[in-house]
C-alpha cells in the first residue's frame, strides 16, 4: 500500500524529509545551534509588584559548603541586607544583574574591617559591623542610600571556606587561609593565650568549652602576640588579602578538653600507720623566652606535673584496707593514677606511646578556675622518681626534658608493698607568651574514693590535650540573614 505523499516531503525511496516550521510530517524538527527568543525581553515578565522580606536565623554552615539565600530572576529594587554570623570569615556574594560585589566568593566582615570599611555607605558597597564577639556576632550591611534597582537577576550566597586545621591552639605562624579567603594579620588562633571569666570558676569543662565558643560578659580567646610569617616577609606587596581577627573565633575553634589522668584523682600517701591525700601539683618550671620564636625554631616552656608528698614519701599499698572506701592503693589503682601514657606492669613504668594519653605531638592546656591556657604542642615528656635523682624514663624516640641521662626501660616504682610517686615533665612549644600559673588538684568536700586508695577531683583544675572543632570541621554559625526588597515583576518560569 502507498501513502499519499506531498511533493519534496519524501525522498525517491519513501523516507521522510524534516520540513522546518511547517509540522507536516509530525516529526521534530533538529536544529544545531542556539535559537533566537523571538519575544521580546519584557515579555518574560509578569507583574508581580510587592514588598519582600527574606529571613533567616540560627543556621549552621559547614565548612566547603554555602547557603543560598536568594537566587531569583525578577526586577525590582533592593532595600537591605544584613548577615550577622559568629565568625568575621564567612563570605557573602551578591549578584544584581550584572554586578558581582566580589568574585568569586563575595566579601568578608575581616578584610572590610582591616581595612576601615566599616561605616562606608555607597548604592553598591556592604559596610562591617564589629561584634566585638563571636556571640554578639560579625555583621555584614548593605543599606543603600537609594533602593537599588536590578531588572534581571538578585543573587545572595554565603560560604564557608574557613579550611580544617589541626594547629589551633598549637603552633601556626605559618598559617595561610584558603585561595578566596583574607589571611589573619595574626594568626590569633595558636597557643600562647588565655581565654578568663572568673564567673565560669565552678562550671564543668564541658560547659568551659562552650562559653569559649560563645562567650558572654568576656572576649574571645585570642593570642595576639604573635605574628603572620608571610606578611613580615613582605607576600603582602604580591596581592596578598589580610584580615582582622582570625577564622577560628565562634563555633569553627571549639575546644574539647581530655583530662589526662594525674589530675582526675588523687592517690594516698603512706604517713607512719595513716594515709592522707597526695594531690599532684602542675608548676611552670621553665617560661618561655622570646615568645613566639619563628617557624621551625618557637619559643618552649617546660612544667612539671608532680605529687605533692613528703621528702621521702610514698604511695600507700600497705596500710588499711582494699576496696571502694578504702585507703590503699593496688596495682590497678596505682596503674589507673599514671598520667601521659606512663603505664604499670609487673614493678617499673614506661611510657606507651600508643596511649590516647601520650601528649608528644599533641596540643596541651591547663585549667584552673576560671581561666584556661593554651600551652602548645608538646615536643618531649619524661618522667622520674624521688625528687629528680633517678634517670628520665622517656618513650621510644622521645627525648630528655630537664637534662638527665635518660632510658626506655622501666623504672622501678614498686617499694616493697608501696608505691613511688612519679614526676611529670613536660616540654612545649611556643609556650605561653606571659607568666603561668602554679595551682593543685582540688579534692571537693562532698566527694568519696573512687576505688582503692584513690579520691576524685573537681573539673576546678586540670590540665590534659585539647583539640577543636577546627580538625574536622570548622563550622560557621549565623544567627541572622535579613534581605529586603521591593519587587515589581516576575520572569515567566
Known amino acids: 500500500m502507498q501513502s ?155 560560604y564557608n571556606n574557613i579550611p580544617k586545621n589541626n594547629k589551633v591552639y598549637g603552633k601556626d605562624l605559618g598559617f595561610r587561609n584558603s585561595a578566596t579567603l583574607p589571611t589573619p594579620a595574626a594568626p590569633a588562633h595558636m597557643a600562647g593565650a588565655t581565654f578568663e571569666q572568673s564567673s565560669l570558676a565552678s562550671v564543668t569543662l564541658s560547659e568551659m568549652s562552650q562559653a569559649m565558643a560563645t562567650p558572654v560578659g568576656s572576649p574571645a580567646y585570642f593570642s595576639g602576640k604573635v605574628y603572620n610569617t608571610a606578611a613580615l616577609n613582605g607576600q603582602i606587596l604580591s596581592g596578598m588579602k589580610l584580615g582582622t581577627d582570625h577564622p577560628y573565633v565562634g563555633i569553627a575553634g571549639k575546644p574539647s578538653f581530655k583530662s589526662d589522668p594525674s589530675c582526675m584523682t588523687i592517690p594516698k600517701e603512706k604517713v607512719g600507720a595513716e594515709t592522707r591525700n597526695a594531690p599532684y601539683r602542675l608548676k611552670i618550671r621553665d617560661s618561655a623566652e622570646r615568645f613566639p620564636g619563628r617557624q621551625g625554631a618557637y619559643s618552649s616552656m ?18 588499711g584496707a582494699t576496696g571502694a572506701s578504702g585507703p590503699k592503693l593496688d596495682d590497678a589503682s596505682y596503674a589507673s593514677s599514671l598520667g601521659f601514657g606512663l603505664t604499670f606492669a609487673g614493678s617499673t613504668v614506661t611510657f606507651d606511646t600508643a596511649s590516647v594519653n601520650y ?43 630537664i637534662g638527665n641521662t635518660t632510658q626506655t626501660s622501666g623504672l622501678t616504682a614498686k617499694v616493697v608493698a608501696d608505691y613511688k610517686a612519679p614526676s611529670f615533665h613536660l616540654k612545649i612549644e611556643p609556650g605561653l607568651a606571659g607568666n603561668g600559673n602554679n595551682f593543685t588538684t582540688e579534692v571537693p568536700s562532698s566527694n568519696v574514693s573512687l576505688t582503692s586508695g584513690l579520691t576524685n577531683t573537681s573539673e576546678y583544675a586540670r590540665w590534659g590535650i585539647v583539640t577543636s572543632q577546627a580538625d574536622t570541621n570548622p563550622q560557621v554559625f549565623v544567627k541572622k540573614i535579613d534581605v529586603r526588597r521591593r519587587k515589581l515583576y516576575s520572569m515567566e518560569g
Open 302 to 319: 617546660t612544667i612539671d606535673v608532680a605529687c605533692q608528698v613528703g621528702q621521702d614519701g610514698i604511695l600507700n599499698g600497705s596500710n
Open 4 to 158: 499519499n505523499r506531498q511533493s519534496g516531503d519524501y525522498t525517491v525511496d519513501g523516507s521522510p524529509i524534516a520540513v522546518p516550521g511547517t509540522g507536516t510530517l509530525g516529526i521534530p524538527t533538529i536544529f544545531s545551534g542556539s535559537v533566537k527568543e523571538k519575544r521580546s525581553k519584557g515579555a518574560l515578565f509578569r507583574p508581580d509588584e510587592r514588598m519582600v522580606i527574606t529571613e533567616f536565623n540560627n543556621l549552621t554552615i559547614d565548612t566547603g559548603t554555602n547557603f543560598q539565600v536568594i537566587d531569583m530572576a525578577e526586577a525590582g529594587e533592593l532595600h537591605s541586607i544584613v548577615v550577622v554570623a559568629d565568625n568575621p570569615y564567612l563570605q557573602v556574594f551578591l549578584q544584581i544583574d550584572d554586578f558581582r560585589n566580589a568574585e568569586p566568593n563575595g566579601l568578608t566582615v575581616a578584610e572590610l574591617l582591616y581595612n576601615g570599611d566599616v561605616t562606608q555607605t555607597s548604592q553598591r558597597r556592604f559596610k562591617a559591623i564589629d561584634g566585638q564577639s563571636p556571640t554578639v556576632g560579625y555583621g555584614m550591611v548593605f543599606e543603600p542610600q537609594q533602593p537599588v534597582q536590578y531588572t534581571n537577576r538578585l543573587r545572595i550566597i554565603l
Open 359 to 401: 601528649p608528644l605531638g599533641k596540643r596541651l592546656y591547663y585549667r584552673v578556675g576560671g581561666q584556661v591556657a593554651m600551652l602548645g604542642v608538646c615536643t618531649a615528656v619524661s618522667a622520674t622518681f624521688d625528687n629528680e635523682t633517678t634517670n628520665e624514663v622517656i618513650g621510644v624516640g622521645g627525648s630528655s626534658v
